[in-house]
C-alpha cells in the first residue's frame, strides 16, 4: 500500500511517500522559518499562504523522488489537526481533491500521534506498551501508550508548552527564532551552575508540568544582569537545564506509575542534545529502552503523517465524506 503523507499543521510544508512493504519511498520538506523569523514567532495567515504555494510543487518533487506516478497512490493521509486552521485547512483541500480524484481512500491524521509514531519509522522500533513523551511547540504530555491508538494522558503542561518556552527565552535574550536550537548553541558556551533555576513543580506529587514561571525568571535574571554575551550564555545553559532535569524527574515519576520499560520522547524538542544524552544516561542507569525519532523526523514532516495514515488505513479506516479540521484535538479521543 503507498501512501502520500501532507503535513501542513504549522509553519512546515511537508510530503512523504510511505510503502507499506518497501518503507519510506521519499520525503520533502519546506520551512518557513526565515519567512517568520524577522516576527519571532510564526504568523498564521503567512504560513497558510506559503503553504498554498508550496504544496503542489512538493507533492510532483516527492513523486518523482519515489519514481512513481499519482496513479500509483493507494492512499492518502494529512493532518486534520491540531495545529493552525488555515494551515491545516490547506492540507485537507488539497489531499481531499486528490482522493477523490483519483478514487482513493483518504484519512486525517492526528499531529500528535504522528510524532508518537515517528521512531517506528527507525530500524530499532519500539514496542507497545510504552511511556510516551512528547515535546514541541504547542505541545508537552506524558502518554500512557498501551497499543495503537488507544491513548491515555497522564500529564501536561498547564501553561507553556516546552517549545514556546524555548522560543519566548531566546526572544527575552535576542537570540533570534526559532528559539531552541539557538539556546542549544549558545548554552554550550554557558556554565549551567552560574545560577539556581528552579525545576518548576517537581517538589510536589504528580505529573503536570509548568514552564512559564522559568520565562519569567530568566527575564529577571536577565534584567539584574550586566547583559554581558557570557552571561547570556550562562542564562541559556541554566534555562535548558532545568528544562531537561524536569522532563526527566516527571519520567521517572511517569515509569513508576506505569511500569513500563520504554520511553519514547518525540515532538520538535527531542532533537536537543542534552535531552538525548541525560533521558539516555537515565535509561541505561535504570535498565529501560529510550527512543528517538531520527533528527529530521522530530520537526514536523510528511513522514510521520504518511507511516500513522497507513496504520489506519490498513485496518479499513477512512473519512471520503468531507473533511474537517480540528485546531484542538485532544489525543485521548483517538481511543475512543
Known amino acids: 500500500m503507498i501512501i502520500l503523507g501532507i503535513e501542513t499543521s504549522c509553519d512546515e510544508t511537508g510530503i512523504a511517500i510511505y510503502d507499506t512493504d518497501k518503507g519510506l519511498r521519499s520525503e520533502v520538506l519546506y520551512s518557513q522559518i526565515d519567512l517568520h523569523a524577522e516576527y519571532g514567532g510564526v504568523v498564521p495567515e503567512l504560513a497558510s499562504r506559503d503553504h498554498v504555494q508550496r504544496i503542489i510543487p512538493l507533492i510532483d518533487k516527492a513523486l518523482i523522488k519515489a519514481q512513481i506516478n499519482k496513479s500509483d497512490l493507494d492512499g492518502i493521509a494529512y493532518t486534520e489537526g491540531p495545529g493552525l486552521m488555515g494551515a491545516l485547512l ?32 527507525a530500524d530499532n522500533k519500539p514496542e507497545f506498551p510504552f511511556l510516551g513523551l512528547l515535546v514541541s511547540g504547542g505541545h508537552s504530555l506524558l502518554v500512557d501508550v498501551k497499543t495503537h491508538g488507544h491513548y491515555t494522558v497522564i500529564g501536561e503542561s498547564l501553561d507553556d508548552a ?9 526572544k527575552l ?15 554550550t558556551q554557558g556554565n549551567p551552575r552560574a545560577y539556581k533555576f528552579p525545576r518548576p513543580m517537581t517538589n510536589r506529587p504528580g505529573l503536570d508540568m509548568s514552564f512559564s514561571g522559568l520565562k519569567t525568571f530568566v527575564l529577571n535574571t536577565w534584567q539584574e544582569s550586566d547583559k554581558s554575551n557570557q552571561t547570556k550564555a550562562n542564562i541559556a545553559a541554566a534555562f535548558q537545564e532545568a528544562i531537561v532535569d524536569t522532563l526527566i524527574i516527571k519520567c521517572k515519576r511517569a515509569i513508576t506509575q506505569t511500569n513500563y520499560n520504554s520511553i519514547v520522547i518525540a515532538g520538535g524538542v527531542s532533537a536537543n542534545q542534552e535531552l538525548r544524552e541525560k533521558m539516555e544516561e537515565y535509561a541505561s542507569n535504570n535498565n529501560l529502552q529510550v527512543f528517538f525519532p531520527d533528527p529530521k523526523l522530530c520537526t514536523d514532516n510528511g513522514s510521520m503523517i504518511a507511516y500513522a495514515g497507513a496504520l489506519r488505513l490498513l485496518k ?21
Not at 92 to 113: D, Q, T
Not at 162 to 170: P, Q, R, S
Not at 173 to 187: F, N, S
Open 316 to 336: 479499513g479506516e477512512q473519512n471520503n465524506k468531507g473533511f474537517q479540521t480540528r485546531p484542538r484535538w485532544s489525543l485521548e479521543e483517538l481511543s475512543q
Open 162 to 170: 516546552i517549545g514556546e518556552a524555548f522560543d519566548k527565552t531566546a
Open 173 to 187: 535574550l535576542d537570540l533570534g527564532y526559532p528559539g531552541g536550537p539557538a539556546i542549544a548553541k549558545i548554552a
Open 90 to 121: 490547506v492540507g485537507a483541500a488539497v489531499g481531499r481533491s486528490l482522493a477523490w480524484a483519483l478514487k482513493i481512500p483518504c484519512i486525517g491524521v492526528h499531529h500528535m500521534e504522528g510524532h508518537l509514531l515517528a521512531p517506528m519509522l
